[in-house]
């Protein structure tokens, strides 16, 4: 005991210290790479539109990231994300250059969009983009098949979403990721 004060004591607080430090460096990194990625990357799909819609006499738009070049194809596939809100968010462009990469001809095959919605949260959204898919059926570019790949809670909007359009003959595949 020195000075009323139990040396014991006084490491066990210095190591603390020193662990509260150490996680405290690896929360930092993390912060850096998350903005590092956020930020810095360069995305596959670069063109995009705001589709405009009204639902309950409330106007609203989503923004609508796709390979503008396959507008007219008769494959569409709509990437959701998880999350609290719809996004671009950098899981869906990990996946898209992983397509890019293994399977070069997914881009000719594929209409690919990923919907971008940033003030909504995504559990009722399913209305949203069930007006979203009628518009591009109803826009006389016939198509035959819609896959939603999902990811995270973005499964149960594609489920609803895939109840709504029962009444339109096309092929309906849900993926969740």
């Known amino acids: 005991m020195c ?6 004591s006084i490491t066990t607080i210095l190591r603390r210290m020193v662990n ?11 912060i850096i790479q998350e903005f590092y990625i956020r930020y810095n990357r ?3 799909l670069k063109k995009y539109y705001q589709f405009e819609y009204t639902i309950d006499n409330v106007s609203k738009n989503m ?3 796709h390979n503008e ?13 998880g999350g609290f809100q719809f996004e671009y968010s950098i899981y869906i462009e990990n996946r898209l250059m992983e397509l890019q990469k293994c399977e070069p001809s997914f881009f000719n095959k ?3 969009i990923v919907v971008e919605k940033l003030d909504h949260s995504i559990i009722d959204m399913y209305e949203d983009i069930d007006l979203f898919v009628r518009s591009l059926y ?7 098949e819609l896959t939603i790949v999902d990811f995270s809670s973005g499964g149960v909007v594609g489920n609803h979403i895939l109840y709504n359009l029962k009444d339109i003959d096309i092929t309906k595949k849900l993926l969740i990721v």
């Open 69 to 81: 070049e396959q507008y007219n194809n008769e494959n569409k596939i709509i990437f959701l994300s």
């Open 3 to 8: 000075n009323g004060i139990n040396m014991l």
């Open 110 to 112: 594929y209409h690919i």
């Open 20 to 30: 509260e430090l150490y996680y405290l460096l690896f929360f930092t990194l993390f």
């Open 42 to 44: 360069v995305k596959i």
């Open 138 to 144: 109803d826009d006389n570019i016939p198509f035959q």
């Open 63 to 65: 923004k609508i990231y």
